[in-house]
C-alpha cells in the first residue's frame, strides 16, 4: 500500500504561482508513474499531467500545457506540480495518483490516490 499525501495549495489571484507537492510513503514510489488530476465543484475529475517512474516522459492536458510543469524527485519520494500564470479556471481540489506502469490519463488506471488539496484562484 502507498499513502499519498498532497501540499501547496493556497488561494492565489489570477496570474500567480503555485508549487503543489505529493509526498509518497513507500520507496517503490521510485518505480511508479504519477498523475495530477483536478476537479473543480460540480464538474468531473480531469487529468491535469503525468510523468513517469524515471522522469523522461510526461504528458499535460492541453489547458495546462506551457504553464505547469510536472517533476519528481524519487530520493525523497515526492512528485511536485509547478502552476504559473494561474486562471480562475484552474480552481479545483488537485490530488495525487499513482500507477505501477506507464503514463495514463484514464484517472481509472491509477491505483492510489492521495486526498487532495485546494486550489483558489481569484479573478
Known amino acids: 500500500q502507498v499513502q499519498l499525501v498532497e501540499s501547496g495549495g493556497g488561494l492565489v489571484q489570477a496570474g500567480g504561482s503555485l508549487r503543489l507537492s505529493c509526498a509518497a510513503s513507500?520507496?517503490?514510489?521510485?518505480?511508479?508513474?504519477m498523475g495530477w488530476f483536478r476537479q473543480a465543484p460540480g464538474k468531473e475529475r480531469e487529468f491535469v499531467a503525468a510523468?513517469?517512474?524515471?522522469?523522461?516522459?510526461?504528458t499535460y492536458a492541453d489547458s495546462v500545457k506551457g504553464r505547469f510543469t510536472i517533476s519528481r524527485v524519487n530520493a525523497k519520494n515526492t512528485v511536485f506540480l509547478q502552476m504559473n500564470s494561474l486562471k480562475p479556471e484552474d480552481t479545483a481540489v488537485y490530488s495525487c495518483?499513482?500507477?505501477?506502469?506507464?503514463?495514463?490519463?484514464?484517472?481509472?488506471?491509477?491505483?492510489?490516490w492521495g486526498q487532495g488539496t485546494q486550489v483558489t484562484v481569484s479573478s
Open positions: 495518483a499513482g500507477r505501477p506502469r506507464g503514463n495514463s490519463e484514464l484517472a481509472q488506471s491509477y491505483e492510489y
Open positions: 513507500r520507496r517503490t514510489f521510485s518505480t511508479y508513474s
Open positions: 510523468i513517469n517512474w524515471s522522469g523522461d516522459t510526461t
